[in-house]
């Protein structure tokens, strides 16, 4: 079965554009949750969703945004761009919603660079 | 503060054990869990415990919760070569504990 998937794997970006990270869920999973990883540190809350609602936001700003497809994959995008969003941005799902069985399946991740 | 604490850097011989700690905030997390990341790969859940439990095992993990201290460990047996990787506990927090809050992440290395 194929686990979860992020696209693209690796982009470059310069400052002030806009981006938009993809991710497909394991079959079966209706909770996707999004996380930011910069260099060095852990994992970074910044959205989940939960049957194509927004259930939880990190302390992110506005110009993130994410939205889940009726197929339950699901989009982040990032307008206006700075240097501080260089990340990888790790896609998460899940069964459910909640912690009820503990386990969020993470792909590999999204690398993006701005310059 | 918000903050769950990992001390950054562990190194241990190839068959001793690994004892990895963190500090956690919010006490009224349900699960605490350890995930591991291998360079260039995403993470994977390790084991996670339950917050009324105070001792969970599972073959060569051991974790242990001090509630009171909000403390979490997790002890890796017989550690080998193939453990070497970043180690990151995580809370769960939100209202469904639907927003999982990871430590800072500690780089684990077995010497041959």
């Known amino acids: 079965d194929a686990g979860v998937t992020q696209s693209p794997t690796h982009l470059i970006k310069t400052r002030g554009q806009q981006v938009t990270l993809r991710c497909s869920p394991i079959s079966g999973h209706k909770s996707v949750s999004w996380y930011q990883q910069v260099l060095g540190q852990g994992p970074q809350f910044i959205f989940q969703y939960y049957e194509k609602e927004e259930r939880g936001r990190g302390n992110f700003p506005d110009r993130f945004s994410a939205r889940q497809f009726p197929n339950y994959s699901s989009e982040l995008n990032v307008n206006a761009l700075l240097l501080g969003d260089s990340a990888l941005y790790l896609c998460?799902?899940?069964?459910?919603?909640?912690?009820?069985?503990?386990?969020?399946?993470f792909g590999e991740g999204s690398r993006l660079t701005v310059l | 503060g918000e903050d769950v604490e990992q001390s950054l850097f562990l190194s241990v011989r190839e068959g001793d054990s690994s004892v990895i700690n963190c500090t956690y905030t919010?006490?009224?997390?349900?699960?605490l869990y350890w995930y591991k990341q291998e360079p260039g790969a995403g993470l994977q859940l390790l084991t996670y415990?339950?917050?009324?439990?105070d001792m969970k095992q599972d073959q060569r993990l051991t974790v242990l919760l001090n509630k009171k201290d909000k403390h979490l460990s997790l002890r890796i047996a017989d550690t080998q070569t193939g453990d070497s990787a970043i180690y990151f506990c995580a809370e769960s927090r939100g209202f469904t504990g639907n927003q999982f809050y990871f430590g800072t992440g500690t780089s684990l290395t077995v010497i041959p």
């Open positions: 998460a799902s899940s069964l459910v919603q909640g912690a009820v069985t503990g386990e969020l399946f």
């Open positions: 919010d006490s009224s997390s349900t699960y």
């Open positions: 415990i339950f917050s009324n439990m």
